[in-house]
């Protein structure tokens, strides 16, 4: 039902009149040292996809690149064990794994999970007159740049913005399905501007992003300033010249904020502008910190406009 052709976030296969399986699967490298807190913020993005695609989490394996023979396999142990526990308050069962021998540790999960195919939320569907909502803030990954280079102390970031990372994705989602949901996709590797293209090629609309109320974790914009920057944000930019259109003065930090690659990142929603306000209001109410009215959709060749 949904496969590789609008890059979405997971694929979907009907298997009766009432389930539709959906498949992902994603890893990444440590963000920050602390394993525990690596194997939370891994599960909870691996999992987000199966949010994002309007479904729930039913199982997950284990997938775990180390290397056994330089690091303590106590560091290992935390990292599962921060997976698990994700897993866990998903409400999914982790059933297994693959482990294999690697210079670099790697961790993600390949999640399983179903939904009705009647309810599948394809990043596609955006209609001209919707409003984009944003569940969490951009700027992780110059945060966590900076903080393997010296620039930013760990305890900066571990209070505020590890724990909205861990978040999982699915009290927004289920806030969501209340609505004239039309599209979702979560903001990841290819960030913001990234992301929100993938929406608009998919729904064949124009985006108009409003720069002013993105929300950005705090630090983000001066770690650009002071030289940070990621490995992705020039293939992101690169990715997205063609079709993006900054119609307003920003300085070269500023805009770097639209490219950078998130982890664990929020939900992007597409709904009828006329339920926006009280779809934030119930995010609010359902614990989701920081919901933010950041775009909308309009009629127009598929690209993204920042005003």
């Known amino acids: 039902m949904v496969g590789f052709e609008t890059s979405d976030d997971a694929s979907v296969y009907r298997l009766s009149e009432e389930i539709a399986m959906i498949n992902t699967i994603d890893f990444i490298t440590p963000p920050v040292d602390d394993p525990y807190w690596f194997g939370l913020i891994s599960a909870a993005n691996s999992i987000s996809d199966i949010y994002s695609m309007g479904g729930r989490p039913v199982t997950a394996l284990n997938v775990v690149m180390f290397p056994a023979k330089q690091l303590d396999m106590?560091?290992?142990?935390?990292?599962?064990?921060g997976g698990h526990d994700k897993v866990v308050e998903a409400g999914a069962v982790l059933v297994g794994g693959h482990t294999v021998d690697d210079e670099e540790p790697k961790y993600g999960l390949c999640v399983n999970g179903v939904v009705h195919p009647d309810k599948i939320i394809a990043n596609?569907?955006?209609?001209?007159?919707?409003?984009?909502?944003?569940?969490?803030?951009?700027?992780?990954?110059?945060?966590?740049?900076?903080?393997?280079?010296g620039k930013m102390a760990f305890k900066d970031i571990e209070l505020d913005v590890l724990p909205m990372l861990a978040e999982l994705n699915g009290p927004a989602m289920e806030v969501a399905h209340d609505y004239e949901l039309h599209a979702c996709t979560d903001i990841t590797g290819f960030g913001i501007a990234g992301h929100t293209l993938e929406m608009a090629s998919g729904s064949n609309s124009r985006i108009i992003l409003t720069y002013t109320r993105l929300p950005f974790y705090p630090g983000a914009l001066e770690m650009y300033?002071?030289?940070?920057?990621?490995g992705s944000n020039k293939p992101n930019r690169q990715m997205t010249k063609e079709h993006l259109d900054i119609r307003l003065s920003l300085s070269d930090a500023e805009e770097?904020?639209?490219?950078?690659?998130?982890?664990?990142?929020?939900?992007?929603?597409?709904?009828?502008?006329?339920?926006?306000?009280?779809?934030?209001k119930a995010l609010q109410r359902a614990g989701v910190p920081y919901p933010a009215e950041i775009g909308e959709v309009v009629d127009g060749p598929p690209g993204v406009v920042i005003v």
């Open 256 to 280: 770097e904020l639209l490219f950078d690659p998130q982890t664990s990142g929020g939900l992007l929603l597409s709904v009828p502008s006329d339920q926006a306000k009280d779809m934030l």
């Open 74 to 81: 106590g560091i290992l142990k935390d990292i599962l064990r």
């Open 124 to 149: 596609s569907g955006a209609r001209p007159g919707d409003t984009l909502i944003l569940t969490k803030m951009i700027g992780s990954g110059v945060l966590f740049n900076a903080v393997r280079s």
């Open 225 to 230: 300033r002071k030289g940070e920057t990621t």
